[in-house]
């Protein structure tokens, strides 16, 4: 509460002595206890209380965020946007090169960026041709021809993915400031590669696993016999044949008399006289369309499957076959049915030729 006080004899004659004792000197309450000020402040601080009700100082400062016009806001998402992989220090000189008057601080960018929505996130690494105009068009063309006509009771789709010992558990937690640790083993071990079948509707129908052949020894004319070092072997073309035999011989195939469909990617392996096989049987082959694994219901089956096998650490060649059949039934036909409706979900955007 503002008072001016009375003031004595001697106070007079201080300087600002010719005007009133009510706008020359005035009280202030503080932690200090009583002050006098000048006449000039004391009007001031009246006039203040009487027009906005109060009597403390005004806080000084404002906003310290730096001010950058929206034009740069968007050039920074847009600079985003379209490349997922650039640094802050990245987009600050762009946007120097781009403006040739300076760029806004790194901590300015990376709050234009969160306002925006963006966040920091494990990349995903796609193919480059995936987005290609010729091959959105043929991915429209199939989900209009023959993803429209797919059901959850026809559809069979198959596809390999391999599994060792060296793969581990990607995130885990440690003490803050401490490194998070895990330990693999030493050397790379034998693929073992996993061939699998799922049913919507039936949920995973049938797997098998194929290991990495040895390497082979031949004699040489020169340097006498030694050993040949070849890239790991995988599944080939009689393999997948043989998969495919075992597979119509069992349920849902022997049982029931469904025209199922058979659909899988465009690898090597999966073509040729494949088609010769599926149709004695009775069935229909389809192809997926190129660079669109988001349209594979199995895709997302061996993910959660490996997020599995991860938490068992298999160290050994026999633990890792172990640790897939233990693994295997936590795929489950309700699963199968979400992954399934998903990617008919991802019909539209394919029609659209959006982006996949």
């Known amino acids: 509460m503002l008072q001016v006080p009375q003031q004595s004899a001697s106070a007079h004659k201080r300087k600002y002595a010719a005007h009133s004792d009510d706008m020359r000197l005035m009280t202030m309450v503080t932690d200090r206890g009583c002050e006098w000020v000048p006449s000039t402040t004391a009007q001031s601080i009246v006039a203040v209380q009487q027009t906005e009700g109060r009597t403390a100082k005004k ?4 906003n310290h965020h730096a001010v950058i016009s929206d034009a740069v806001k968007r050039c920074i998402t847009a600079l985003q946007t379209a490349d997922a992989t650039l640094r802050l220090q990245d987009i600050a000189n762009l946007l120097d090169s781009a403006f040739f008057g300076g760029s806004p601080c790194l901590n300015t960018i990376w709050r234009v ?6 966040t920091t996130k494990a990349l995903s690494a796609h193919a480059a041709p995936r987005n290609t105009l010729r091959v959105k ?18 559809a069979i789709f198959i596809d390999e993915s391999p599994f060792s010992f060296c793969i581990t558990r990607t995130r885990g937690r440690s003490p803050k400031g401490q490194e998070a640790v895990t330990t693999t083993p030493a050397i790379r071990g034998k693929n073992h590669t996993v061939i699998a079948a799922l049913s919507p509707t039936h ?5 098998e696993i194929k290991v990495t052949e040895p390497d082979t020894e031949f004699i040489s004319k020169r340097k006498g016999s030694k050993k040949k070092k070849t890239r790991p072997k995988g599944v080939t073309r009689e393999t997948f044949r043989s998969f495919l035999i075992n597979m119509l ?10 025209h199922f469909t058979l659909l899988f990617d465009n690898a090597k392996i999966h073509l040729g006289d494949i088609a010769d096989t599926i149709f004695q049987a009775g069935y229909v082959q389809q192809l997926l369309p190129s660079y669109s694994p988001a349209l594979n219901p199995i895709e997302y089956a061996f993910s959660k499957w490996k997020l599995a096998y991860r938490a068992l650490h298999p160290d050994s060649e026999q633990a890792v076959d172990d640790a897939i059949r233990r693994t295997a039934p936590s795929i489950t036909p309700a699963n199968c049915q979400q992954w399934f409706v998903h990617t ?13």
């Open 344 to 356: 008919q979900s991802l019909y539209d955007k394919c029609l659209a030729m959006e982006d996949l």
């Open 113 to 118: 960026l969160h306002d925006a929505g963006f």
């Open 59 to 62: 806080h000084k400062g404002g």
């Open 203 to 207: 949920g995973l129908i049938h797997y």
């Open 249 to 258: 011989a069992k349920p849902p195939f022997a049982n029931i008399s469904t």
């Open 137 to 154: 068009e043929k991915r429209r063309d199939w989900c209009r021809d023959v993803g429209s006509t797919l059901t959850a009771a026809t």
